[in-house]
């Protein structure tokens, strides 16, 4: 049995605010939570489409920055801030 969480599903600008900075501060960035773009139902529709096969976004993205991560830091140089 899962234990139910509380979202709001009507964030106010500070709640968004305190979410990106969260993600952004944590030495493992994390993806903003769902609940910024979707309702519950929308929330749970995303989840399952990203566990199929079909969607290989996210592991193409995550695989080209992991095999290409040197060359793509050397062309960017030292003062740059990547922000994905």
């Not at 500070?14 to 609940?35: I, S, Y």
Request: proline fraction near 5%.
């Amino acid at each position: 049995m899962s234990i139910p969480t509380v979202q709001d599903l009507a964030p106010t600008l500070l709640n968004f605010r305190e979410e990106v900075l969260k993600g952004l501060t944590q030495p493992q960035k994390t993806f903003l939570p769902q609940f910024l773009f979707h309702d519950e139902r929308g929330s749970d529709l995303f989840n399952q489409i990203c566990e199929l096969d079909e969607y290989y976004q996210t592991r193409s993205e995550k695989g080209i920055l992991r095999d290409n991560s040197q060359e793509i830091a050397e062309y960017l140089g030292e003062k740059c801030l990547l922000i994905e």
